[in-house]
C-alpha cells in the first residue's frame, strides 16, 4: 500500500470518529417533569415499552442514574438538590433505545436522561478526580487466612463464557443453591456471587446505598487476593425495607456490614483516604412544570 493510500485512510479513520464522537445524545421525543407532594413516595426507573417513569425523584437521584453515581460523586448544586421531589415521564418513538445496552460507558437510557437534564434543570457539571475519604477494604486477620464464606471459585467462568456462545453446545454448569454460577446477587443484607472477583466485590460494596445500606465512601481493593471467589455475605443494612408478604426476611438483629466483612469473608474495611472520581455541578435550575 503507497503512502498516499496509507495517509487517505488515516484520515478517513480520523474523520469517521471525529463524526462519532460529535453526534449528538438521543432524546427522548416527549417528556413531562412535575413536582411530587406525596412526601417519599419513590417508585424506581421503570422502562416498559416506549416509557421511562420515575416517580418521587430528588434531582440528585435523577443525576445519579443518568451517570451510575453514587451520592458522595455529587459535587455542589442548589439547596434543593436532594430535597425537591420530581415526577419524570419520558416517552421514546425508538422503544429499542430503552433497552439497549452498551458493552462499556452509558447505556443509551442514560444518555436520553442526561440530555433530558441538560434541557429542561439547565444541567452543566464537568468530571474531576478529588482525594476523599474511602474505605480500603483488606485482610483482617495477620496469617491472611480467610472467613468460611469467601472460598476460591470452583468454576471456571471463562469456559462458562464460552459454553453460552450460541456455536457451543457445552453443557451448562449446575447451580449452586441461590448463588449464580458467575456473576453476582445483591439485594439488602446480602451479596451472593460466584466466580467474582475482589474488583467486582469492592464495586457491589461501594453500591451497598442502593440496597438500604450505605458506606457512604467509595471502597477500593487493597486485598492483595487474585482469582475469582464464591461469596455468601449476609448482614443487617441500615434501613430494612417493608418487602410485604412472601418477601425476603431480614434479621433486625443481625451483623452490621463491618462484622459480617470480618466474620463472614475475614476482610475488614480500613478508613483511609484515596483519589474518588466526582461529578461537580456548575449549574442546575428548577425545571418549569409542563
Known amino acids: 500500500m503507497s503512502l498516499l493510500s496509507l495517509f487517505l485512510k488515516s484520515a478517513l479513520l480520523v474523520m469517521i470518529t471525529i463524526s462519532a464522537l460529535a453526534a449528538p445524545f438521543q432524546s427522548f421525543d416527549v417528556a413531562s417533569i412535575k413536582p411530587n407532594k406525596t412526601g417519599n413516595n419513590i417508585v424506581f426507573n421503570q422502562a416498559r415499552g416506549d416509557r421511562v417513569t420515575m416517580t ?62 441538560a434541557d429542561r434543570f439547565k444541567l452543566v457539571v464537568h468530571n474531576e478526580t478529588r482525594e476523599l475519604p474511602v474505605f480500603a477494604l483488606i485482610l483482617a486477620r495477620a496469617d491472611g487466612r480467610l472467613g468460611p464464606e469467601l472460598r476460591r471459585a470452583s468454576v471456571d467462568c471463562a469456559a462458562v463464557t464460552a459454553s453460552r456462545s450460541p456455536s457451543s453446545n457445552a453443557p451448562q454448569p449446575p447451580t449452586s443453591g441461590d448463588r449464580p454460577v458467575c456473576g453476582s446477587r445483591v439485594i439488602p443484607g446480602a451479596i451472593v456471587a460466584g466466580g467474582i472477583t475482589m474488583p467486582d466485590l469492592v464495586r457491589r460494596l461501594s453500591m451497598l446505598s442502593n440496597t438500604g445500606s450505605s458506606l457512604g465512601r467509595m471502597v477500593i481493593d487493597r486485598t492483595g487476593l487474585s482469582g475469582a471467589f464464591d461469596i455468601d455475605l449476609h448482614f443487617t443494612p441500615d434501613q430494612i425495607p417493608d418487602f410485604g408478604p412472601g418477601g425476603p426476611v431480614i434479621d433486625p438483629n443481625g451483623p452490621s456490614i463491618f462484622t459480617a466483612l470480618q466474620e463472614q469473608l475475614g476482610l475488614k474495611l480500613d478508613a483511609q483516604r484515596g483519589p474518588v472520581d466526582v461529578l461537580v455541578i456548575d449549574r442546575a435550575e428548577t425545571p418549569v412544570e409542563n
Open 56 to 117: 418521587g425523584y430528588t434531582l440528585q437521584m435523577l443525576i445519579q442514574s443518568a451517570y451510575d453515581l453514587q451520592d458522595f460523586q455529587i459535587v455542589g448544586g442548589p439547596k434543593w438538590l436532594d430535597y425537591d421531589r420530581f415526577d419524570v415521564t419520558a416517552t421514546s418513538s425508538s422503544p429499542d433505545l430503552l433497552k439497549a445496552k452498551q458493552p462499556f460507558g452509558p447505556t443509551q437510557q442514560q444518555l436520553m436522561l442526561r440530555s433530558l437534564l
